[in-house]
């Protein structure tokens, strides 16, 4: 259950939402450009993209580096109808069922959903925004003082404290198209 939307005149309000891509799969920079693409049907403006990043994997060994990337943009709906709309796309665009921290031709993650905070089927804020360096890094590149409504933290305050408690990771910002 989300903590209850705004509404003016009946009519939904914006919501400022941070999506989270990712995919480790042949083709990554085409799978990361087809989810910018499915995710700028619903956006209702002021969109923001991180860099894209070469990560190392996480989860079984023998999984290739992963192409990671953070976008923002306003939005109409509910974050039900997000979460619907995220995984729909996950499937239209050639997602198979690999099990948990698997690889994926592309992983749509639905970081935050303005202030609102969700428990249930829908978590949100992400439960794992604040462990994980393949996100808080390209987060950070677009929205630095976003205040994360769990923690009451900035996402700079967010990743600083991640950063005093495991070694950085090493990123390569993706400057062209690569595979």
């Not at 087809?34 to 956006?43: A, C, D, F, I, T």
């Amino acid at each position: 259950m989300c903590t209850l939307k705004s509404y003016i005149g009946g009519v939904n309000s914006l919501e400022r939402v941070f999506v989270a891509l990712g995919t480790n799969l042949p083709n990554r920079s085409r799978h990361l450009s087809e989810g910018r693409q499915m995710l700028k049907k619903v956006s209702s403006g002021e969109w923001l993209e991180s860099p894209i990043y070469e990560t190392p994997p996480v989860g079984p060994e023998g999984q290739g580096p992963y192409f990671n990337q953070v976008v923002s943009f306003l939005y109409s709906g509910t974050a039900e109808q997000m979460l619907f709309y995220l995984k729909g796309s996950e499937f239209i665009l050639g997602r198979k069922d690999r099990g948990h921290w698997n690889s994926r031709e592309i992983d749509l993650d639905l970081l935050y959903f303005g202030s609102q905070t969700c428990e249930g089927r829908l978590i949100v804020p992400h439960s794992q925004i604040t462990n994980r360096q393949f996100v808080l890094v390209p987060l950070n590149d677009i929205a630095p003082n976003w205040m994360d409504p769990r923690t009451g933290l900035s996402v700079g305050n967010m990743l600083a404290s991640l950063l005093e408690k495991e070694e950085k990771l090493s990123f390569r910002v993706i400057t062209s198209e690569e595979p």
